[in-house]
């Protein structure tokens, strides 16, 4: 995800400086959720332009229990945040811009955005980063397992932001663009 957003952020939001600060997982995250929002509400007295976004993948989590644990750590923290959830992964937002994803991978068939499992890329069944390797290794690509990495750099260069058919997507964009408003 944060080779995606280091692409994508500056897209959304033209002209904002930001930072991208990974984890590895979401147990990670939420592990050390607490810690790193009480440091960013004590900036944030001296820095008035400080804006916290939290993105993470649903998994199989329940996405309203998800974002309450979110919540409910911004406010234990006495943080403002912004708290997004990539539904079902981040690799629905590359299913919903099936034309980036042709551009990074053109043997991708074109016709793959008009097929009723792909319509709504929220609702890919089965996991999103298992039904993008599929399609992938179906046009001739990653034969021995996607480099989740690199897949994510190459599509998101090729994104269009205002075009992404994903609504946790459009969520997160809308969202972003609301905040530095």
Known sequence: MAEALEILVPQI???????????????DLLGKLNERLRSYAGMRSSWSELRVV????????????????LLNAC????CDALCRIAIEELEAWF???????R???????ASLASKAKYR???AIAGGTWEALERVLQRAGHY?????KVEVARKVAEHMRPDANQSRSFQVFRDGLRQIVA
């Not at 649903?58 to 309203?64: V, Y």
């Not at 406010?75 to 006495?78: H, I, N, T, V």
């Open 13 to 27: 939001v033209p002209g904002h400086t930001f930072g991208v600060h990974p984890y590895q997982g979401k147990t």
């Open 95 to 101: 299913f919903g811009d099936v034309d980036a994803l």
């Open 143 to 147: 034969a021995n397992g996607i480099p």
């Open 120 to 122: 709504d890329p929220d």
């Open 54 to 69: 939290l993105v993470v993948d649903r998994d199989n989590e329940d996405c309203h229990d998800l974002k309450q644990k």
């Open 75 to 78: 406010s234990a923290a006495k």
């Open 103 to 109: 551009a990074a991978y053109p043997s991708v068939p």
